[in-house]
């Protein structure tokens, strides 16, 4: 005999399978709808139709200071004359450091340089939009924002020569800076991976509600690495105050962008990930400002990651080691040239009667003069003593460490006629 809970199980089972149950579960779904599937806006299409980046319209780039007449179209992006002055007198001082240190490279006096020429606006512009209770985590080429937030002349030059006043006692590369007390961190080479380290101390700043972000600086070659995509990803779920800023300038190294990447730039990836994102024109220096100071309310409001892609045109070599005209053309670097944004910027300011040719050739020559007497100075100072080269790696002095430097000491005192000592400090 069958018992009374087989009967009902068959009962049950049986209604599971009749047409008045599929009858039921079609009303239902239509009061309480289809189950959404999880992470993404659920629509149903029939079409076959793979999506592509010709699916959409490419982001626009944001500019207000119009091209070539420089006039600027927004009222909210309007800077004070006091200010502007600054942010031009700034890259002007950025662009004759460049001049001056990329030509004592080449003269053999230091072993490596990168310039910005053609990025000023991108680095015053973001710079002046911050504060300085923001944290810099910046790649190479960002020595306008530490200029703009007071690191001096002389402090450049020491840690290119990596002498005795270099607080990272010579042990960097040249423009590989830093500075604590301007809560800029100091520049690490390995291509991207100051992107997830600015991730973890923007997180860190929103645990601690501080109010304050982190802005990270990065070129669109470094986006082609995978410290990017966990920098972009951890930013989003994890909705951290964080800034980034990639400078888009043409070039990885010898790289053309179209050659880098597909799609619409790396703009497009912010969406994919869920960060607020937008286009600019980073060789306008009012739309960069303007953007960033946006951008830096956002973050610190709604403690969520903003992406901005600043479109540039790195008119200068990628560094000292490179030859840009092996892969691009005179004409096009020509090109690009005059749409120089200090000249821009100079245009605009003459423009409003806020500037002359005689303002201009003095800020010129007085600029070359203080950075000349800086440059002259650092020349002269003696670089740290030998021994520095086995510190700083260990709190107690390993045993095959102190062997090392004992070799070294014996080496140098029977070979010191071969090693120009006097030029370093004795202790």
């Known amino acids: 005999m069958i018992g009374v809970k087989e009967m009902a ?31 993404i806006n659920t629509t149903f299409t029939d079409a076959l139709k793979f999506v592509n980046s010709e699916s959409y319209e490419p982001i626009p780039v944001y500019r207000v200071l119009s091209s070539p007449n420089c006039q600027v179209s927004q009222a909210d992006a309007q ?106 961190m100091t520049i690490s080479s390995p291509l991207t991976t100051q992107l997830p380290q600015a991730v973890g101390a923007a997180y860190a700043i929103k645990r601690a509600k501080k109010n304050a972000c982190v802005v990270c600086y990065f070129g669109e070659g470094a986006a082609s690495e995978g410290d990017a995509h966990a920098a972009f990803n951890f930013a989003a779920t994890l909705d951290c105050p964080i800034i980034f800023i990639c400078r888009n300038n043409g070039y990885a190294i010898s790289t053309p962008s179209p050659e880098q990447c597909r799609g619409d730039g790396i703009a497009a990836r912010g969406p994919a990930y869920g960060i607020n994102t937008i286009r600019v024109d980073g060789n306008d220096v009012f739309a960069m400002h303007h ?60 423009n409003h009667q806020l500037w002359d040719d005689e303002s201009d050739k003095k800020l010129e020559v007085s600029v070359r003069k203080e950075f000349l007497r800086e440059f002259e100075e650092a020349e002269k ?36 006629e071969h090693y120009p000592l006097k030029e370093f400090q004795t202790s």
């Open 9 to 39: 199980a068959q009962t049950y089972f049986k209604f599971f399978k009749s047409p008045a149950f599929k009858n039921f579960t079609r009303s239902l779904s239509s009061v309480i709808g289809e189950p959404k599937f999880i992470g």
């Open 79 to 184: 800077i004070n004359n006091d200010l502007l002055l600054r942010m031009y007198e700034s890259m002007v001082r950025l662009r004759t450091m460049d001049k001056i240190l990329y030509e004592s490279q080449r003269q053999g006096r230091i072993s490596f340089y990168m310039t910005s020429t053609g990025e000023e606006a991108l680095q015053i512009g973001s710079a002046a939009g911050l504060t300085l209770e923001d944290t810099i985590y910046a790649q190479y080429r960002e020595a306008g924002v530490l200029l703009w937030r007071g690191y001096k002349y002389s402090e450049f030059i020491n840690q290119c020569y990596g002498n005795y006043e270099d607080p990272g006692k010579g042990k960097q590369m040249p423009v590989h800076y830093g500075s604590k007390k301007l809560n800029y």
């Open 291 to 350: 953007v960033t100071r946006v951008a830096r309310d956002f973050c610190i409001k709604e403690t969520k990651p903003v992406l901005i892609e600043a479109m540039s045109y790195r008119v200068g070599h990628h560094s000292t080691s490179d030859d840009s005209s092996a892969y691009r053309g005179k004409d096009e670097i020509n090109e690009w040239s005059k749409e120089s944004p200090i000249a821009k910027l100079r245009q605009y300011l003459q």
């Open 381 to 416: 100072k003696l670089k740290h003593n030998w021994r520095e080269l086995f510190s700083d790696v260990y709190q107690d002095t390993p045993y095959h460490i102190k062997r090392q430097m004992a070799a070294m000491e014996r080496h140098l005192k029977e070979y010191h």
